[in-house]
């Protein structure tokens, strides 16, 4: 694979981090937990978006684009970094927020990445949960391109085959890094919702034949629908990489055991993960997703699934400016 053949903006901060978590990892007495700080890669904050979207502004950018359109749940991170990136190149965006939790609460509402995607100049419009999102936002697309704008529209996440090249890309870097030190990475595990990440990121170790094993959590679907639903992305997305069939349906895990009631709604053990983060590492984690995958992470080291002696890489997603969104579920 040569990411240098597809266009890109280069804007994110890479590489990012990878740091030891020591007093996470004495505190669980398993195996060395390390963490990648895709939470810093510095658009408005950071996330895993921007890795995406340095592959996916650049098409915009290349088909001659205007107004940058995508959708998501209302304290969506891949809403306000796509906001942000747009502000950036000088275009104009417009985003759908999906009512998923339906809260009626201000903070969720109109603060945290709310507050963020009109700061960064972007308009939106809100919709009901339960719709056919990317179907609304083409029709929305379609009203703007009889105004005569030129509409570059990202599905949800961020999540097609030219977003998941970021997440190859990140698998090079990291395994770069695990090779400049010396470091054997046994295990890596992450959030996954619109399945770009783990789909570009299992690609593009399948690619390099790192034999790292990913293991994605769930934020959303059931187990097996997830894991389907990455093998698809991540088999497009080989083709695209010129590697065809180098993934197959055995790398692809994920656990739904973490969802909790559902996505966006915050559950005991991710909020036990945001304060276990924040009290013995300084380190922020978001309700909605990086807080259960650290849940699955913590519960799988105490049930003895990652043992010492081993090293687990926790790929930190981002998010946390939806804290500010969900208020109500953190202050105690
Ligand atoms: C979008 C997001 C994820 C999930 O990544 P996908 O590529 O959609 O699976 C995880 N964590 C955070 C903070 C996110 O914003």
């Not at 559902?262 to 005991?268: A, C, V």
Request: include cysteine; glycine fraction near 12%.
């Amino acid at each position: 694979m040569h990411l240098a053949r597809f266009p890109r903006v280069h804007l994110a901060h890479l590489p990012t981090p990878l740091e030891r978590m020591d007093r996470l990892s004495e505190a669980l007495d398993g195996p060395e937990i390390w963490i990648k700080r895709d939470d810093c890669t510095g658009l408005s904050t950071g996330g895993n978006k921007t890795r995406k979207l340095e592959f996916l502004m650049a098409e915009a950018q290349v088909e001659g684009a205007d107004l940058v359109m995508t959708q998501g749940a209302t304290q969506s991170n891949h809403a306000r970094q796509t906001a942000a990136f747009a502000a950036r190149l000088g275009m104009d965006c417009h985003i759908l927020l999906e009512d998923r939790t339906g809260y009626k609460d201000e903070n969720y509402n109109h603060n945290g990445n709310v507050l963020l995607d009109v700061l960064h100049g972007a308009t939106y419009e809100t919709r009901n949960a339960g719709l056919d999102m990317n179907a609304e936002m083409e029709s929305v697309a379609e009203n703007f391109r009889k105004q005569g704008k030129r509409v570059y529209t990202i599905p949800g996440g961020g999540s097609n085959t030219t977003g998941a090249l970021g997440y190859a890309n990140c698998a090079l870097e990291l395994v770069g890094q695990a090779n400049d030190r010396g470091l054997v990475i046994d295990h890596i595990v992450h959030a996954t919702g619109s399945t770009g990440t783990q789909a570009g990121l299992v690609t593009g170790l399948k690619a390099l034949n790192a034999n790292i094993p990913v293991m994605g959590i769930s934020v959303r679907a059931a187990k097996e629908a997830q894991e389907e639903n990455v093998f698809k992305l991540a088999s497009a997305t080989a083709d695209v990489l010129g590697c065809p069939g180098v993934v197959s349906a055995q790398d692809i895990a994920a656990n739904s055991d973490y969802v909790g009631e559902g996505y966006g709604l915050p559950t005991e053990a991710g909020i036990d993960a945001i304060r276990m983060f924040a009290k013995f590492e300084g380190l922020l984690l978001d309700p909605v997703y990086s807080s259960k995958g650290a849940a699955g992470l913590i519960d799988l080291i105490r049930k003895g699934h990652y043992k010492k002696g081993e090293r687990v890489v926790f790929l930190h997603t981002g998010g946390s400016v939806s804290l500010f969104g969900y208020l109500n579920a953190l202050s105690a």
